[in-house]
């Protein structure tokens, strides 16, 4: 089962947007509302900030938006913060191995 | 307030073996799957293994399937992952994890598992 594909990088200004991009196939994203994304900061484990494609789990700012269209989900941070600054992991669910599926990463920076 | 413990990591020789263990509280354990995701030094996140609610179904990476074993004592609230034949390959943190429709909601600290002679 190959990784999920990510963008190595993402930037923003403070307060500007980004939005990261989580390409699968129709056995995984395209066909399975499983996908989950992590905020993961160096040395420390990783965070849920969405699940189930859009979901916000309680704590986490409503900056922080989910969303898919075919293959594809996307993660959206509004109004960037300082500690936004990050690793961000894409999952989903794969049927071809019925086992989840990470994304390859992409390093967030807050300029 | 839920937590995740992990322990048993450490320096093992290729083709050693070793055994995590994961305490949970906070939490009716026998309510969650959980599962084990490893990261390896200065990379991404692999799914590993997962066990159901009453241990009753488990599943593998097909990087560990054969080598690794899921199991977990639901009257001590703790998940383990057995890890045999370890190769050079397998050095990673290896997490703890709550899971709910795929996504993890509560991870432990990681332990790690550095695999060399």
């Known amino acids: 089962q190959s990784a999920l594909t990510q963008p190595p990088s993402a930037s923003g200004s403070p307060g500007q947007s980004v939005t990261i991009s989580c390409t699968g196939t129709?056995?995984?994203?395209?066909?399975?509302?499983?996908v989950s994304w992590y905020q993961q900061h160096p040395g420390k484990a990783p965070k849920l900030m969405i699940y189930e494609v859009n979901k916000r789990p309680s704590g986490v700012p409503d900056r922080f938006s989910g969303s898919k269209s075919g293959n594809t989900a996307s993660l959206t941070v509004s109004g960037l913060q300082a500690e936004d600054e990050a690793d961000y992991y894409c999952s989903s669910y794969s049927r071809s191995n019925d086992f989840g599926v990470f994304g390859t990463g992409t390093k967030v920076t807050v300029l | 307030e839920v937590q995740l413990v992990e322990s048993g990591g450490g320096l093992v020789q290729p083709g050693g073996s070793v055994r995590l263990s994961c305490v949970a509280s906070g939490f009716t354990f026998t309510d969650y799957w959980m599962h084990w995701v490893r990261q390896a030094p200065g990379k991404g996140l692999v799914w590993v293994s997962r066990v159901k609610t009453d241990g009753s179904f488990t599943s593998y990476a097909d990087s560990v399937k054969g080598r690794f074993s899921i199991s977990r004592d639901n009257a001590k609230n703790t998940v383990y992952l057995e890890m045999n034949s370890l190769r050079a390959e397998d050095t990673a943190v290896y997490y703890c994890?709550?899971?709910?429709?795929?996504?993890?909601?509560?991870w432990g600290q990681g332990t790690l598992v550095s695999v060399s002679s």
């Open positions: 994890v709550r899971v709910t429709s795929w996504g993890g909601d509560y």
């Open positions: 129709s056995s995984d994203v395209g066909n399975y509302n499983f």
